[in-house]
């Protein structure tokens, strides 16, 4: 009796093996390979069906095995009930390619399972219909189809079927116009395409279709180009721009590629916020003229090369004007073919920037008035600060307002002058009594004034010139750069020809100045003014030189008052225009708003024997002071006179700089003559030679800026090492109870070990074993044991200190009650600044440290700008804690700004290379991370936390745990969002640093 076998548990006919292997050994294999998938899923008839349909195959092709294995390898996917039913016209359709084309039957055939991962078995039809379109004589060729089978297997995992078929349809336009181009099309699968969305690839395509059609031979590099160059635009934006070029390309398709190179160039070369930038000032110049909009893409990179973005505003502006004006002059300013684009550039790209040279100026400042001065920008300034002297008080010092940019001159040395002519004169209001509290009186006496307007403008004017008077008395080095500042304003300006009061008051400020003043005798009021002029010569005879306080200028101010006054009862005048280096922030009031803002008598205290009162700077901080300095250039050395016991600027011959190549400048590097004296340096900084480029998180573009910081491994100046020594005195005992207490909590764990015959308790698994094993019969093993083994846990541990200029700072005051020594009732600071505790704590911890035997490291970082971010080799894990890094402790002082995001990078780049079961990584801070170009906003910290959060993460994903200390009383509100909550501490009192945290590593350990 025959035995009924399921299709599946049948043996394959021998006359099918036999009729494949014939064909050849590889269809054999092919065959048998793919018959018992088929036996397992298809019924018999269905099966017959598919071996029929492969001999068909073999009777289309007999002269080739290719079709045939092509098909055993590729029906899988029709083995399922809803794919049976398109066997037989799959078949079919290859069959009728192959009419045209044995090789694209096959490739159809080959490529079909990839097809359908992404589409139905109904689209298989309208597959073979454009591979036969294509193989038509009159549209292209073999090539072309094979091109497009292999590329539609591929494109169709990212592209939707409305996004696949204008693909499709753009290379058959591109192919009816010349068919190598189109095959090229087809071959091409540019990098980035499955990255873009769906409605951008639909405009890339289209762009793409147009530029083969006008510039063939340029097309297909620039479709390969395309999508990654895309990439590079700010998301919001790519819509926009390719949406414009296809706009574009409708009245002048030739230039298609031009138009969208220079506008991917210029875009991608920047951050998403200068991308933004750029896209709105090219958006309004499209609404006035399109020629000029193209001029301004093909050229907007290059203006951006040569000033900052800051400046893009101002300089499209200026040619926004010239075409409104003449649409000729402004298409030739953007194409940058006429002197005027030119001379902007220039203008801008010397530019000074207040962010790049605060801390210098504050320095300066705090040199010549002796108070401690912050530098702020007039936009920081609040309305109810404002005021005519541009300063405030606040309880540890002044702040100055100056113009967060100067563009006077066209170069960047006199605009920083500029900047430092203006902040001398601040310091002079201090230094020279302006706010003396003894002559408060004088500031209500000018309110009382009938035109309290005019009598405030004359004693401004009077006033500022008795400052410069004594500052250029005080300090002859000062003098030259006061008096070229000045001349180069007021050459800038002329004595007005219709307005006889305006012409008066320049008059009055020239002669405050100690500058004569030509009258144009041609101006109608000429003769009137020659009288007035007379006048104020005389009110001004013995003015600034004998102009010893601030009563003087006020006693001049009502002489000149009266003179001046007259004049406005002939005609209405207008406000007084002051000098653009005093930039200060004007209040905004209309006629008779009340009082000025903040009377004076409430910015100084004291009894005013202050003024004039010599300061000395010491040798620190005269390094400091050239340390802060971009350009040696820019900031003269502070020297004394011993005949005035005061400072001038000197001369740059006074000092030389020694060739330190690109390199940041380190005081180590300046020999400063004049017999200066630069304290007990055995060692200079180390040449910076080792450099590392980080990527830099960019929370608005949500993707890193590669390659964005370049950092610098240097080694601080080593010092004497006395100090180290003292403070090892000083905290001995702390030093060895923590020594003690380290030994003890040294980190171990118990590693446990199977199978052994010995041991504390019974292995459960092993045990099991040997009794399936006894079972069995076979002969069972006796280690059915465990025991715990002792292992010493290794620890890696980095410090990272911030060396910011901040911690030149004193260290905060904390309550009386917490500051009170347990001994005998002092501070427990004793006025250190945090640098000083902080390396206070360097030395308690490497002392510590030692104990464990374990690896530990210790490094300081600081920096200015992205491309200088300065990394101080401390003490690296292969040394250990010599003679040679207890001096470097020593030398480590304060440095410039913080880009912490850089800095704990290259920190993680050195534990991640230790060996160890721990890696602890401490960082030591004083603020928020902080730098000059630390995103394109800077009054926004969002930047710098945003990337300093994603390096902590980065740490933590190779197994690093961080910790962040600051001393910061306001740290929580950036903290929480840089860390975790168990991931930071912040320190009410820094005096107690050095005790914390030991304690701090040991819970970390733990």
Same mark, same amino acid.
């Given at each position: 009796? !025959?035995?009924?076998?399921?299709?599946?548990?049948?043996?394959?006919?021998?006359? +099918?093996?036999?009729?494949? =292997?014939?064909? =050849?050994?590889?269809?054999?294999?092919?065959?048998?390979?793919?018959?018992?998938?088929?036996?397992?899923?298809?019924?018999?008839?269905?099966?017959?069906?598919?071996?029929?349909?492969?001999?068909?195959?073999?009777?289309?092709?007999?002269?080739?095995?290719?079709?045939?294995?092509?098909?055993?390898?590729?029906?899988?996917?029709?083995?399922?009930?809803?794919?049976?039913?398109?066997?037989?016209?799959?078949?079919?359709?290859?069959?009728?390619?192959?009419?045209?084309?044995?090789?694209?039957?096959?490739?159809?055939?080959?490529?079909?399972?990839?097809?359908?991962?992404?589409?139905?078995?109904?689209?298989?039809?309208?597959?073979?219909? @454009?591979?036969?379109?294509?193989?038509?004589?009159?549209?292209?060729?073999?090539?072309?189809?094979?091109?497009?089978?292999?590329?539609?297997?591929?494109?169709?995992?990212?592209?939707?079927?409305?996004?696949?078929?204008?693909?499709?349809?753009?290379?058959?336009?591109?192919?009816?116009?010349?068919?190598?181009?189109?095959?090229?099309?087809?071959?091409?699968?540019?990098?980035?395409?499955?990255?873009?969305?769906?409605?951008?690839?639909?405009?890339?395509?289209?762009?793409?279709?147009?530029?083969?059609?006008?510039?063939?031979?340029?097309?297909?590099?620039?479709?390969?180009?395309?999508?990654?160059?895309?990439?590079?635009?700010?998301?919001?934006? %790519?819509?926009?721009?390719?949406?414009?070029?296809?706009?574009?390309? =409708?009245?002048?398709?030739?230039?298609?590629?031009?138009?969208?190179?220079?506008?991917?160039?210029?875009?991608?070369?920047?951050?998403?916020?200068?991308?933004?930038?750029?896209?709105?000032?090219?958006?309004?110049?499209?609404?006035?003229?399109?020629?000029?909009?193209?001029?301004?893409?093909?050229?907007?990179?290059?203006?951006?090369?040569?000033?900052?973005?800051?400046?893009?505003?101002?300089?499209?502006?200026?040619?926004?004007?010239?075409?409104?004006?003449?649409?000729?002059?402004?298409?030739?300013?953007?194409?940058?073919? !006429?002197?005027?684009?030119?001379?902007?550039?220039?203008?801008?790209?010397?530019?000074?920037?207040?962010?790049?040279?605060?801390?210098?100026?504050?320095?300066?400042?705090?040199?010549?008035?002796?108070?401690?001065?912050?530098?702020?920008?007039?936009?920081?300034?609040?309305?109810?600060?404002?005021?005519?002297?541009?300063?405030?008080?606040?309880?540890?010092?002044?702040?100055?307002?100056?113009?967060?940019?100067?563009?006077?001159?066209?170069?960047?040395?006199?605009?920083?002058?500029?900047?430092?002519?203006?902040?001398?004169?601040?310091?002079?209001?201090?230094?020279?009594?302006?706010?003396?509290?003894?002559?408060?009186?004088?500031?209500?006496?000018?309110?009382?004034?009938?035109? %309290?307007?005019?009598?405030?403008?004359?004693?401004?004017?009077?006033?500022?010139? %008795?400052?410069?008077?004594?500052?250029?008395?005080?300090?002859?080095?000062?003098?030259?750069?006061?008096?070229?500042?000045?001349?180069?304003?007021?050459?800038?300006?002329?004595?007005?020809?219709?307005?006889?009061?305006?012409?008066?008051?320049?008059?009055?400020?020239?002669?405050?100045?100690?500058?004569?003043?030509?009258?144009?005798? @041609?101006?109608?009021?000429?003769?009137?003014?020659?009288?007035?002029?007379?006048?104020?010569?005389?009110?001004?005879?013995?003015?600034?030189?004998?102009?010893?306080?601030?009563?003087?200028?006020?006693?001049?101010?009502?002489?000149?008052?009266?003179?001046?006054?007259?004049?406005?009862?002939?005609?209405?005048?207008?406000?007084?225009?002051?000098?653009?280096?005093?930039?200060?922030?004007?209040?905004?009031?209309?006629?008779?708003?009340?009082?000025?803002?903040?009377?004076?008598?409430?910015?100084?205290?004291?009894?005013?024997?202050?003024?004039?009162?010599?300061?000395?700077?010491?040798?620190?901080?005269?390094?400091?002071?050239?340390?802060?300095?971009?350009?040696?250039?820019?900031?003269?050395?502070?020297?004394?006179?011993?005949?005035?016991?005061?400072?001038?600027?000197?001369?740059?011959?006074?000092?030389?700089?020694?060739?330190?190549?690109?390199?940041?400048? +380190?005081?180590? !590097?300046? @020999?400063?003559?004049?017999?200066?004296?630069?304290?007990?340096?055995?060692?200079?900084?180390?040449?910076?030679?080792?450099?590392?480029?980080?990527?830099?998180?960019?929370?608005?573009?949500?993707?890193? %800026?590669?390659?964005?910081?370049?950092?610098?491994?240097?080694?601080?100046?080593?010092?004497?090492?006395?100090?180290?020594?003292?403070?090892?005195?000083?905290?001995?005992?702390?030093?060895?109870?923590?020594?003690?207490?380290?030994?003890?909590?040294?980190?171990?764990?118990?590693?446990?070990?199977?199978?052994?015959?010995?041991?504390?308790?019974?292995?459960?698994?092993?045990?099991?074993?040997?009794?399936?094993?006894?079972?069995?019969?076979?002969?069972?093993?006796?280690?059915?044991?465990?025991?715990?083994?002792?292992?010493?846990?290794?620890?890696?541990?980095?410090?990272?200190?911030?060396? =910011?200029?901040?911690?030149?700072?004193?260290?905060?005051?904390?309550?009386?009650?917490?500051?009170? @020594?347990?001994?005998?009732?002092?501070?427990?600071?004793?006025?250190?600044?945090?640098?000083?505790?902080?390396?206070?704590?360097?030395?308690?911890?490497?002392?510590?440290?030692?104990?464990?035997?374990?690896?530990?490291?210790?490094?300081?970082? !600081?920096?200015?700008?992205?491309?200088?971010?300065?990394?101080?080799?401390?003490?690296?894990?292969?040394?250990?804690?010599?003679?040679?890094?207890?001096?470097?402790?020593?030398?480590?002082?304060?440095?410039?700004?913080?880009?912490?995001?850089?800095?704990?990078?290259?920190?993680?780049?050195?534990?991640?290379?230790?060996?160890?079961?721990?890696?602890?990584?401490?960082?030591?801070?004083?603020?928020?991370?902080?730098?000059?170009?630390?995103?394109?906003?800077?009054?926004?910290?969002?930047?710098?936390?945003?990337?300093?959060?994603?390096?902590?993460?980065?740490?933590?994903?190779?197994?690093?745990?961080?910790?962040?200390?600051?001393?910061?009383?306001?740290?929580?509100?950036?903290?929480?969002?840089?860390?975790?909550?168990?991931?930071?501490?912040?320190?009410?009192?820094?005096?107690?640093?050095?005790?914390?945290?030991?304690?701090?590593?040991?819970?970390?350990?733990?």
């Amino acid at each position: 009796m !025959s035995s009924v076998n399921h299709p599946g548990d049948r043996l394959p006919e021998a006359a +099918d093996i036999a009729f494949f =292997s014939s064909i =050849s050994k590889e269809c054999g294999q092919a065959f048998a390979s793919a018959e018992k998938q088929a036996r397992a899923l298809l019924s018999e008839s269905a099966y017959a069906t598919w071996v029929s349909l492969a001999r068909k195959i073999h009777r289309s092709f007999p002269d080739t095995d290719g079709p045939v294995r092509a098909y055993l390898d590729s029906s899988r996917p029709f083995f399922c009930e809803d794919g049976l039913g398109y066997l037989k016209n799959w078949v079919t359709e290859s069959i009728k390619i192959g009419s045209w084309s044995t090789a694209c039957a096959k490739d159809f055939l080959m490529a079909t399972p990839a097809f359908l991962a992404h589409a139905r078995f109904a689209k298989i039809n309208q597959l073979a219909s @454009d591979i036969k379109y294509i193989l038509d004589a009159e549209n292209g060729g073999e090539a072309t189809a094979t091109a497009f089978i292999k590329t539609s297997a591929t494109i169709l995992r990212y592209l939707s079927p409305r996004v696949y078929k204008i693909w499709k349809e753009s290379g058959f336009r591109i192919l009816r116009q010349n068919r190598d181009k189109g095959t090229q099309y087809f071959s091409m699968e540019p990098e980035g395409l499955d990255r873009l969305y769906l409605s951008e690839t639909t405009k890339i395509f289209k762009i793409t279709a147009i530029a083969f059609n006008s510039t063939p031979e340029k097309a297909g590099a620039f479709y390969e180009t395309l999508p990654n160059r895309i990439l590079r635009i700010n998301p919001n934006l %790519r819509d926009k721009i390719l949406e414009k070029i296809l706009e574009m390309a =409708s009245g002048r398709p030739d230039e298609i590629i031009e138009d969208m190179n220079a506008m991917a160039l210029s875009l991608g070369s920047f951050s998403n916020p200068v991308q933004q930038t750029i896209f709105d000032l090219g958006k309004q110049l499209d609404e006035i003229s399109k020629k000029a909009f193209r001029a301004y893409y093909q050229n907007v990179k290059h203006v951006l090369e040569n000033i900052p973005v800051y400046f893009l505003v101002n300089w499209v502006s200026r040619g926004m004007d010239l075409l409104l004006e003449n649409k000729k002059e402004g298409v030739t300013y953007f194409a940058m073919e !006429s002197p005027e684009a030119g001379a902007e550039l220039v203008k801008w790209g010397s530019a000074a920037f207040l962010e790049q040279h605060r801390e210098m100026l504050s320095l300066f400042c705090h040199a010549l008035c002796g108070k401690k001065v912050r530098i702020r920008s007039n936009d920081e300034m609040a309305e109810s600060e404002r005021n005519r002297l541009g300063l405030i008080a606040e309880d540890t010092g002044f702040i100055f307002f100056l113009s967060s940019y100067v563009a006077e001159e066209d170069n960047a040395a006199a605009n920083i002058r500029y900047y430092k002519t203006a902040a001398a004169l601040k310091a002079g209001y201090i230094e020279f009594g302006t706010l003396a509290p003894e002559f408060a009186g004088i500031w209500q006496l000018l309110e009382s004034f009938p035109d %309290r307007e005019l009598a405030l403008d004359i004693f401004h004017i009077l006033e500022d010139g %008795r400052i410069f008077y004594n500052l250029k008395k005080n300090y002859p080095g000062l003098s030259p750069e006061i008096e070229r500042t000045i001349e180069n304003a007021l050459l800038k300006r002329d004595v007005p020809r219709d307005d006889l009061f305006g012409a008066a008051l320049e008059l009055l400020l020239r002669l405050s100045l100690g500058y004569a003043a030509d009258i144009n005798m @041609d101006a109608p009021f000429s003769k009137p003014l020659a009288g007035v002029y007379a006048d104020l010569k005389d009110h001004l005879a013995a003015f600034p030189a004998q102009a010893e306080t601030v009563l003087d200028s006020y006693t001049i101010t009502a002489r000149v008052y009266d003179t001046l006054s007259a004049l406005v009862r002939q005609k209405s005048r207008k406000a007084a225009l002051p000098l653009p280096l005093c930039m200060n922030k004007e209040p905004e009031e209309t006629e008779g708003t009340g009082p000025m803002v903040m009377p004076p008598n409430t910015i100084v205290e004291g009894d005013g024997s202050e003024t004039g009162t010599d300061i000395t700077l010491t040798p620190e901080e005269l390094e400091r002071l050239l340390d802060m300095a971009q350009d040696i250039t820019l900031l003269s050395m502070l020297t004394p006179v011993p005949a005035a016991n005061r400072f001038y600027l000197s001369d740059l011959d006074n000092f030389t700089v020694k060739d330190g190549g690109d390199e940041a400048r +380190d005081p180590g !590097s300046v @020999d400063i003559k004049q017999g200066v004296t630069t304290g007990k340096t055995v060692g200079k900084a180390g040449t910076g030679k080792k450099k590392y480029y980080y990527d830099e998180w960019d929370f608005l573009a949500r993707e890193y %800026r590669t390659k964005w910081c370049c950092l610098r491994e240097k080694e601080p100046r080593q010092s004497d090492p006395d100090m180290y020594h003292r403070i090892y005195a000083e905290y001995g005992d702390l030093i060895r109870k923590t020594r003690a207490q380290f030994q003890r909590i040294r980190p171990a764990s118990l590693d446990i070990i199977h199978n052994v015959d010995q041991g504390d308790e019974i292995d459960l698994t092993a045990l099991i074993r040997h009794v399936v094993d006894k079972k069995a019969g076979a002969v069972p093993s006796d280690r059915v044991f465990c025991r715990k083994d002792k292992k010493i846990r290794h620890m890696s541990t980095l410090l990272l200190i911030d060396m =910011s200029a901040s911690t030149e700072e004193t260290a905060p005051e904390v309550s009386a009650e917490d500051s009170q @020594d347990k001994k005998g009732g002092k501070s427990s600071r004793d006025d250190k600044r945090v640098i000083d505790i902080e390396k206070e704590s360097l030395i308690v911890m490497s002392e510590a440290l030692d104990a464990l035997g374990d690896q530990y490291a210790m490094y300081g970082f !600081s920096g200015h700008g992205r491309e200088h971010v300065d990394y101080y080799v401390i003490k690296s894990f292969d040394e250990s804690n010599t003679e040679k890094v207890k001096m470097r402790i020593c030398g480590i002082e304060p440095r410039q700004s913080t880009r912490m995001g850089t800095a704990i990078r290259h920190a993680v780049s050195k534990l991640s290379n230790r060996e160890a079961d721990h890696r602890l990584l401490i960082l030591l801070s004083d603020g928020f991370p902080q730098d000059l170009d630390y995103g394109e906003d800077r009054n926004s910290r969002e930047y710098g936390l945003n990337d300093t959060m994603m390096a902590f993460i980065e740490a933590k994903r190779l197994g690093i745990k961080p910790f962040c200390i600051t001393i910061d009383q306001s740290g929580n509100d950036y903290l929480k969002k840089m860390c975790a909550p168990e991931e930071y501490l912040i320190i009410k009192d820094i005096a107690m640093l050095p005790e914390l945290l030991p304690g701090i590593v040991e819970s970390l350990m733990g």
